[in-house]
């Protein structure tokens, strides 16, 4: 009979041999250890009580165990919830042999995962005895889904990190870039606001940059140079300049530029609307970038020419003004030597006369008229009086001592000074003894220091006054100092609108210079520098 023919089958044969149904049994039992002992699954065979009997080579080396008889399910299965061994465990055979994923414990007590499947063992009668429980080793597998898990896990956790990150700096872009379009804007404004300034400004502005090419003008600069902004931009504006003119532009550009700061030019510049010169006062400022190197010059530039006119007018007008009132005191100080030449040569004579007769009658009416002798006496006084009035009167209006020079002048006029007001006063010379040709300066300068002694009797109350005069070649300088009350700055400007106004126009007749050094307390000191007639202006 055939190895397949079943064990049950054969064993209801009836007479059948017990050495043959022997040899069934144990092929059979060959054919059933070879299925236990199948390499890839482990074979379980339990008790009711779910306690093994029997455990194929493939199980124990699943679970690490060399012995698994007597166990129970739940020493490796424990872990797994009960209604998944229950069902594993089940004598349902409508619900057995349901592959399920469980996970197990070794023996060494690393964690496993295998597919279970369970079926009912039943004896002859059909009563269940046990269970064949089937475990398909699933770890590797199990442990790369774990991993693989795992990683999702963290990739999800990432990605959502990930994407908050992403969000945030999205939200702080948009930010940003609101921020950004913000300035823009108000750049925008800015600038729009910065142009219509600059075409409205009154003066010309235009902006160079580092190689001297225009890059930007107003409307002014368009017509103070008569060229548009559209023809000269990005040139050096060689076109519309004289050479000479272009090469001075060039040498102060470098110049601002190696300079660093702002610097202010006055020139000329040609204005090709007009075809004529104009005279400008421009201010040139640089600019430089992050790395210090020159990117830019700012310049602002103020058409002078009307202005430079009405100063030259100015000058010509104050240089006839100096020379006419120069003119007027020579005239002054000659009519006055004129009316005191007059005054001695006429009034002087006829009073001198007046006296010789006036003295005879007095020398011949003594005896004999003696009360006419007393009234001619006293006409004689009166005379006298009237004598010494006409000289002081001559002295005022010329000195005579001015014909010897203006130190002896000076010197008559200190004592005749100190005489009168018992202040004492002193001159000192310093320098040659030679005299200015030009007696116009002589008559000045007396009259500065007749002017100043005046000044200080009534304002100075000082106790001694000192003049110097020292003459150098070129000039002569004049210090008269005091040791009065002395005044405040303000109090000077005050006090030069009376007496020492007539000094400073004096002095701007002669094209000399007036300092005054005065403190309360400390006196005053006029100190005067006057050119000689060959350095006076004409």
């Not at 079926?119 to 790369?144: N, Y």
């Not at 823009?184 to 409205?200: G, K, M, N, Y």
């Amino acid at each position: 009979m055939n190895d397949w023919i079943p064990f049950a089958a054969l064993a209801g044969v009836a007479g059948a041999s017990a050495w043959y149904q022997r040899r069934v049994r144990l092929a059979v039992q060959a054919r059933h250890d070879a299925l236990l002992r199948t390499p890839h699954d482990g074979i379980w065979m339990v008790d009711r009580a779910g306690r093994g009997t029997y455990a194929s080579p493939r199980l124990l080396e699943m679970f690490a165990c060399p012995d698994l008889a007597g166990c129970a399910v739940h020493d490796f299965l424990g872990e797994n919830p009960a209604a998944e061994l229950a069902a594993l465990l089940t004598d349902d055979d409508a619900h057995a042999a349901i592959p399920r994923d469980l996970s197990f414990r070794r023996a060494d007590g690393l964690q496993g995962w295998a597919i279970a499947s369970g079926r009912p063992l039943r004896d002859a009668a059909g009563a269940v005895t046990g269970a064949m429980l089937t475990f398909t080793d699933i770890s590797e597998r199990k442990r790369r889904e774990l991993a693989l898990s795992k990683l999702g896990q963290e990739l999800e956790t990432r990605i959502t990190v990930r994407t908050a990150d992403l969000v945030r700096a999205n939200d702080k872009l948009r930010a940003e870039i609101h921020v950004r379009q913000h300035a823009e804007r108000a750049l925008a404004d800015s600038e729009e606001r910065l142009h219509q300034i600059v075409t409205t400004m009154p003066v010309a502005l235009f902006l160079k940059d580092a190689d001297s090419r225009i890059v930007m003008m107003n409307t002014v600069c368009e017509e103070q140079w008569g060229v548009p902004f559209a023809e000269i931009a990005g040139t050096r504006g060689s076109a519309w300049f004289p050479p000479a003119q272009m090469k001075r532009f060039l040498a102060d550009d470098a110049r601002v530029f190696e300079g660093r700061k702002l610097q202010v030019y006055e020139e000329l510049a040609y204005n090709s609307a007009l075809a004529q010169d104009r005279r400008y006062q421009t201010y040139k400022k640089p600019v430089y970038d992050a790395a210090g190197k020159a990117s830019l010059m700012i310049c602002i530039s103020i058409d002078i020419t009307e202005r430079k006119r009405t100063e030259d007018a100015l000058a010509d007008s104050f240089i006839q003004l100096r020379q006419l009132t120069s003119h007027l005191y020579t005239i002054k100080e000659e009519e006055r030597k004129r009316i005191a030449q007059g005054i001695h040569d006429e009034l002087g004579q006829n009073l001198m006369a007046l006296k010789l007769d006036v003295s005879m009658l007095h020398a011949r009416t003594g005896e004999q008229h003696p009360h006419l002798n007393r009234k001619v006496a006293r006409v004689l006084d009166t005379l006298d009086t009237t004598i010494t009035s006409v000289r002081a009167i001559i002295n005022e209006l010329h000195p005579s001592t001015l014909e010897l020079g203006l130190a002896p002048a000076i010197e008559w006029l200190l004592a005749q000074f100190e005489r009168r007001t018992g202040v004492k006063a002193t001159l000192s010379v310093i320098g040659g003894d030679e005299e200015d040709p030009n007696l116009c300066h002589t008559a000045a300068l007396f009259r500065v220091v007749q002017e100043a002694l005046l000044n200080i009797v009534r304002h100075a109350r000082a106790r001694a006054v000192h003049v110097t005069l020292a003459r150098a070649p070129g000039h002569v300088a004049l210090t008269i100092a005091d040791n009065g009350a002395g005044m405040e700055m303000a109090e000077a400007d005050k006090a030069c609108a009376f007496g020492l106004r007539g000094i400073r126009d004096r002095m701007d007749t002669l094209g000399g210079t007036l300092c005054i050094d005065s403190a309360p307390g400390s006196g005053t000191t006029l100190s005067l520098l006057i050119p000689t007639a060959q350095t006076t202006p004409a």
